[in-house]
């Protein structure tokens, strides 16, 4: 029996009565493979081989953000330990490339929907984010946890760059490693993994219609949401965000350690794992980052 005849008899499990027109896998996922029916419903499986994450952890997640999130995020009519499913939410991939050939005026507008999605998202009261369990981020990182990976990115890195990108690195991580107070804050609901392919993107209308993929979320540093869109789109684009979302600007100067620190990160993780693919999934991102006076 193949993978995708595995997935179809678990859903028939979970929806026996389902008439299948058509059924897809996808297997791009670092946690999840994903498994759409008919173009409308998502049944998305836990990897169990790396990083394994409970889907119903992010179902509670899910049931709390969807009375403070005003942009569409999937809505669980099923859950367990091996699989979430939602009905999809219709959009292609928020490509940096594809943003910035929009009007001024129509990349105003997708910044201010995120602007307004992170003012709300970080915004969750903290009494109901406890009430409902949810986890720390996954990307939650105190002093000690960036002194950890420092280490292992000078011992398992640096060999394979150059005396320049050396160099950068050095001073983007040891400027901030210098000061233990760059790491304190007020945990806050984050999504840490709001990356161009968790962004529904609707071409006809130029505007985003949803959210997806909240498996990395949780309690962390509302500075890694924004470290992230600077990444993937710039940070000239995130200071569109002020407006709306004025906290963006004040949380800047920690995004941008983020931001600089992502790429290595990621070399380090491939390293580790021995997979390439991990070399790679910075490819398309944006190179457009001030940095702290």
Known sequence: M???ESYEKRIREIYPDLATKSISLNQEGLLNDVVIV???LVFRFAKRDFGYKDPMEEARVLRLLRKYITLPIPVPFYDSHEVLAY?????ETLRRDMLMRLTEDDQQAIADQLAQFFKELHGVPANEISEMGIPMADALMKYEGWVNVYERIRDKVFPLLQQHQR??????FESYLAE?????YELRMVDTDLSPYHIMFDKERKRINGIIDFGCAGLGDPAIDFGVAINSYGESFLSRFYKVNPEAEIYLRRA?????AIELRWVLQGIERDDPMWFAVHIGSARDMKYNS
């Open 2 to 4: 193949s993978e995708l």
């Open 38 to 40: 008919n173009d409308e």
């Open 87 to 91: 009905r999809l939410i219709p959009g």
């Open 167 to 172: 160099a950068w690195a050095m001073e983007h």
């Open 180 to 184: 233990r107070s760059n790491f304190e």
């Open 256 to 260: 941008r350690f983020y931001a600089g």
